[in-house]
């Protein structure tokens, strides 16, 4: 678990070292604070992550023996999934499982940091985010899935962009994810979701309204085969086992709700704290966007335990990165320091310790981490 436990300490280190130098050629804070896009450091972290990925063991992560036991068999057959059969095709046709796993990560971490470069203000703070919310690590496991994501993840800008072409350009890209996740087409819904953020009184009722039906199973199955009758390839795909798929299958209780409470406290502050500055370099568009995008995906946690929702949720989990990237960015920008500093202090210990937590209890598999040896 040494090196998952490296990875964020590397980072703050990095942060700390950068904050120093940024402070000795800002002493009069009139600039823009913290903004940190070197490319070399950008690069140097994607080879970093990439490299970890690659060469991790068969055994690291609860479905990648899975993907590892279709080459050895030659058995993938992705008639729905043109992408992913065509790099097991070069996989066998090079006979190295390595060929498959370099292809699958060099797609996923090239879209997710060319995302980040595009759009956030702070590239190490946004590779922090994207190894402390999990959003890397659950690519050790949903290989196919998280391709998708990031090629949505990458291309969110024709969401936000008001011009008709782009919207067109949004459904082409959606068409690409969907070559390596059927799953895909759930981001379709991005394209009804405002760039103004949702009134603050709504989002409390609707955490609210969360927190209450996470406790009630009935409602969840009831909505899981709902899902069933709409999806038909997901009914397909899992035909042998609906219940599993559809079912409460692993109910949660308090101890699960809790860092998710802590979230839906973190957003509805940022609602009232900070407020935007019209000097500084954010899309203020995509911050909006993704503030509903993570309230969306918080509200979600009402159906946790269904594992096909489990499954969408990663499609809007993954706009943590760009929303507590621009949060922290104006938080280090505020003028009101104290209160910004103990708001900052606050999500970083949270984000922290609930990272710690999940390698603690080993959630998706992924602890220890060793290196592919070649059966």
Known sequence: MLIYLLLPLTILYCLFLSRIVIEKNNITFKSEVFIARNNMTLFLWSVLLLLLAVFKGVEVGTDYPMYYDFFVKKSYVGIVEPGVSFIYS?????????????????????????????NCPNYLISVLVFILTYTYLTSYNQLRQMIAVSILF????????????DKL???VVILLAYLFH???????IF????????NAKVVITLFLATIVMYFVPSLKNYIGKFIVGISGFYEQKYTGNLNYFFEVNKEKGLLQLIPVIVQMIILVTSLYFPHNKTNLKINYKLYNFSTNIVVINLCLYSLSGIEAIDRLQ????????????????LLLNNEERFYSRLFLIFIIIFWIAYYFLRLTINISGIVPYSFFISK
């Open 314 to 329: 990663i499609y809007f989990s993954c706009f943590n990165i760009y929303f507590y990237s621009f949060l922290i960015h």
């Open 90 to 118: 070069l996989a066998i046709e090079y006979n190295s499982f390595l060929v498959f796993s370099l292809c699958v990560y060099i797609l996923f971490i090239f879209f997710m940091f060319k995302g980040i470069q595009k």
């Open 154 to 165: 990458c291309c969110v800008n024709y969401v936000v962009s008001n011009k008709y072409g």
């Open 182 to 188: 059927t799953s895909a087409l759930v981001a379709l």
């Open 169 to 171: 350009k949004y459904l």
């Open 191 to 198: 394209l009804f979701i405002p760039t103004k953020k949702f």
